[in-house]
């Protein structure tokens, strides 16, 4: 993320750590470079407009709720925060390194072994996300980060608990259009396995360079999650990937496989050099998935 000057009315100092930049904006808030005894770290602040919005505050307690409940090596891991503040921050990991979008956008799609350490990764962090009893829910290339050491997976902003009432609504969409699963289009509740659809959406375009759905309006890419087969012709795409591409990007969130088993799959081949377009596309020996892989 490239860093920018702060402006004249940004704070300098947030819990005991100096501030050197702008990492990013958006219209909930600013995300800072902090400098501490411990090195560098991200600082999340709350814009104060919204500080005094008691629905927004709500919604950012979650947030922080959620990202201390997660810990891991494929997540960006929360190192202070205080959503009761009369500014609300949150202190996290600092990852050196751009997100998936941006690293495909300048150097085009992974090789077969990226792709490979890609889907392991994502698949991890997706158990440590789902060990605690969550679902991210909003899984795209934007909200991974990619540093020399692995990748980390960030923002928990809409990220819901499985064992309570659903933030989603019938008729609410709530996530990023075109890194959906179709129950998130349709409004109904998600669970760990719609996760598991946007792990494919990920591992798809970082493989072609695409969205596995394709661009365009809002509705027609929608549309088109709901009724469409994305396209695993294109040859980029890492043979070994295959089975479980087409068995998570299932319309019916049960037939796809679980975090657990994308690891059970993907394991056991992370360091193997690149040679996957020679080897048989079909699971380990003894590999007993919770959801079939044809």
């Known amino acids: 993320m490239p860093l920018?000057?702060?402006l004249a009315d940004d704070p300098r100092e947030v819990a005991g750590y100096r501030?050197?930049?702008?990492?990013?904006?958006?219209g909930m808030g600013v995300v800072f470079l902090g400098e501490g005894p411990g090195g560098q770290v991200a600082v999340k602040m709350v814009r104060g407009e919204l500080a005094d919005d008691p629905g927004f505050r709500a919604r950012f307690h979650r947030e922080v709720a959620a990202a201390r409940r997660v810990s891991g090596a494929c997540v960006v891991n929360v190192l202070d925060a205080d959503p009761s503040a009369e500014m609300p921050y949150m202190v996290s990991e600092f990852v050196k390194g751009p997100d998936l979008a941006g690293l495909v956008e300048q150097f085009g799609p992974l090789d077969s072994r990226r792709q490979h350490a890609l889907a392991a990764g994502l698949a991890e962090a997706l158990l440590s996300i789902h060990s605690v009893g969550l679902v991210h829910r909003d899984l795209k290339p934007a909200n991974v980060l990619c540093a020399p050491r692995g990748l980390k997976v960030i923002d928990f902003g809409i990220a819901s608990a499985t064992d309570a009432a659903s933030l989603t609504r019938t008729g609410l969409i709530v996530g990023s259009t075109g890194w959906m699963a179709p129950e998130q289009v349709h409004g109904t509740k998600v669970l760990p396995l719609t996760d598991v659809f946007c792990w494919?959406?990920?591992v798809y375009f970082a493989a072609t360079g695409r969205p596995p759905f394709g661009e365009g309006s809002p509705a027609a890419v929608l549309y088109r999650v709901v009724t469409n087969e994305p396209d695993l012709t294109d040859p980029r795409i890492e043979p070994r990937l295959l089975p479980l591409l087409r068995a998570a990007f299932a319309k019916d969130p049960q037939r796809r496989p679980a975090a657990p088993d994308l690891l059970s799959y993907l394991l056991p081949h992370r360091d193997t050099a690149p040679a996957f377009a020679h080897q048989s596309a079909q699971p380990p020996p003894g590999y007993r998935p919770s959801a079939p892989l044809g």
């Not at 501030?19 to 958006?26: D, K, Q, S, T, Y």
């Open 19 to 26: 501030l050197a930049g702008r990492l990013g904006a958006g």
């Open 200 to 202: 494919a959406s990920v």
């Open 4 to 6: 920018t000057p702060l």
